[in-house]
């Protein structure tokens, strides 16, 4: 392997680069979760990912992956055969469904388009047909990690509240939340799966989900078994006092001083920062698209994520040659493409602890892959960039 030196650039779009701040504040001893000490720590948190979440309901953490807040949503909510509809976006809609099924729930794919946002429509006419109301839930992802396209979560809602019908409402914010706008209450979400390692900068290890009072109110009648994420024994009213088993202090460390960072910056401070840097990537690409270079993989700008750019390689061109010159010869790490989109694309994290040199030392990396690749492109992007974060 290669020696590397300098800085290592880390522009996946999960994990996330995770700041000094952060790793310091989990650099302590572990203590008792028990005390008054970790009380504090927890309510602290737990206040802060509510207003994060625009929440005023109930939210609880788990020590797992996304994965796990995925789990935990299905074997809370529904008994084995429930209908639910999942509006295919991407590769994280399609998985969340598969976990879904296979956990014995009968899942509906929505069949849609990758490159567009959500067909808010598609379900409204779906959800009016339903006339037996079999169908229990509406499983959305916000942010297409896998794409590239923020979908609108509030469109769904008014599709839905237009149909008349009652499913829970059940979004994936997991790339999204701490990075553009989510509002759980106005927008009338039951369960919201979020993740920490993202937009929120912790090290991967900690879920959790927003419950609507709706949500908890399904979820007494609920017959999964459900093992680990069975949200009784950890809820006291609520508010979560318990985990099945050993609560992860040193998350809730790091926890705390993320959402601290982030209220410092401010939550709409942060979202413009993300839009800016998201807004120079998209520029830089506009530009290599010209002469048959590399695009935007979303077809309507409207849908443009903030936090993850896809970029769809011209025919012929293998997006994995991409990212090993950027990784070999620059320490500039980037995603690839997922599921169906492996070998078509590769992916630009714009989210979490991110200023402007970071993404202009990330696009230049890829302009000098592109000519060292001989992927047609044209040259400047990296200047569409700097012109338009300097006049923005
Ligand atoms: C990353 C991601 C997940 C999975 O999270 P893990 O922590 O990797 O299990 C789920 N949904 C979306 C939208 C994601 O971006």
Redesign the pocket.
């Known amino acids: 392997m290669a020696v590397k030196r300098g800085r290592h650039f880390f522009q996946n779009p999960?994990p996330t680069n995770i700041p000094d701040r952060v790793l310091r504040a989990m650099d302590r001893p572990t203590i008792d979760f028990n005390t008054p000490e970790f009380l504090d720590i927890r309510e602290e948190a737990h206040a802060g990912l509510k207003r994060i979440m625009k929440t005023e309901q109930i939210v609880v953490t788990y020590a797992a992956?996304?994965?796990g807040a995925w789990h935990a949503s299905t074997v809370n909510l529904f008994s084995p055969g429930d209908h639910v509809l999942v509006p295919e976006t991407g590769y994280?809609s399609i998985n969340w469904g598969a976990m879904a099924k296979e956990l014995g729930l009968n899942v509906e794919i929505l069949a849609g388009d990758w490159r567009k946002g959500v067909d808010a429509a598609g379900i409204e006419a779906r959800l009016r047909k339903d006339t037996g109301r079999e169908i229990k839930a509406v499983m959305l992802?916000q942010?297409?990690?896998s794409t590239g396209v923020a979908h609108p979560v509030a469109d769904v809602r008014a599709a839905m509240d237009r149909a008349g019908h009652p499913a829970l409402f059940m979004v994936?914010t997991?790339?999204s939340l701490a990075s553009f706008d989510f509002r759980m209450d106005e927008w009338k979400v039951d369960l919201v799966v979020g993740?920490g390692?993202?937009g929120l900068m912790l090290p991967?290890g900690l879920?959790f989900t927003g419950i609507s009072r709706k949500g908890l109110g399904a979820s007494q009648s609920a017959q999964m078994p459900r093992g680990y994420w069975d949200w009784r024994p950890m809820l006291t009213g609520e508010k979560q006092t318990k985990w099945p088993g050993t609560a992860p202090v040193h998350l809730y460390y790091g926890l705390q001083e993320s959402i601290r960072m982030l209220e410092e910056e401010g939550l709409d401070q942060v979202f413009l920062r993300h839009h800016r840097l998201g807004e120079a990537t998209r520029r830089a690409v506009r530009v290599w698209a010209e002469g048959g270079g590399p695009e935007l993989y979303p077809t309507d700008p409207k849908v443009e994520s903030d936090s993850v750019t896809a970029v769809l390689m011209p025919e012929g061109h293998d997006p994995e040659a991409i990212r090993k010159i950027c990784m070999d010869r620059f320490n500039v790490s980037l995603g690839g493409g997922l599921g169906a989109l492996n070998g078509k694309v590769f992916r630009i994290g714009h989210l979490g602890d991110l200023n402007e040199p970071m993404i202009l030392g990330t696009l230049a990396a890829i302009e000098m892959a592109l000519s060292l690749a001989k992927v047609p492109h044209k040259k400047g992007g990296v200047d569409a960039a700097m012109e338009y974060l300097a006049g923005n």
């Open positions: 999960g992956t996304g994965h994280f992802v942010n297409e990690t994936d997991i790339s993740g390692q993202k991967s879920c």
